[in-house]
């Protein structure tokens, strides 16, 4: 996918979203930045103050097997938002789906606008399945799934529930 323009009427303002630059942890630390500590713990399932470099560095490798999408809104500098893709090492139909938007930008559409735009992208290189750990207190990153994800299973699993989905 190229950079791609669209009009977000719940913003009333253009939101642009572009592949990742493989290696760009700037804008991944940005965006980090951006997230509320309610927000960073429902994303990665605990309290994180932080990332570490290596995190940092596996959230901006972009490659054959890890692809990256980010949202910009028209007029702000800094990333609205992030969906990534990994695709399983055990099966390349598959992959692992993850997603974070900016607190100021949740519930606006950034997050399903990035993950259809993401599932696109999937289908066409081949991912059939993806799978998907949202904390099960996570409401708001649930329900989006259940509006885009099609033929999806969930399971509880404590305080997580993995989202299995076909994406043929």
Known sequence: MHAR???NRKLGRVVT???????????VAALFDR????????RY???????TSGELARLAQVGPDSHVLVAHV????????????VRDAADD??????????DRYQGHGVGKLLVELLLADARAGGIR???AWV????????GLLRRVLDRRTMRVEGAETLVVASVA
């Open 93 to 102: 139909t598959a992959g692992e789906l993850a997603f974070e938007v900016a």
């Open 129 to 131: 399945r993806v799978d």
């Open 5 to 7: 323009a669209f009009h």
């Open 35 to 42: 997230l509320s500590p309610a927000s960073r713990e429902r």
């Open 74 to 85: 028209d007029g702000d500098p800094l990333p609205a938002g992030m969906a990534r893709l």
């Open 135 to 142: 904390q099960t207190s996570n409401r708001a990153a649930l």
């Open 17 to 27: 979203v572009r592949p990742l630059a493989d290696g760009d942890t700037a804008t």
């Open 45 to 51: 399932h605990a309290a994180k103050p932080r990332l």
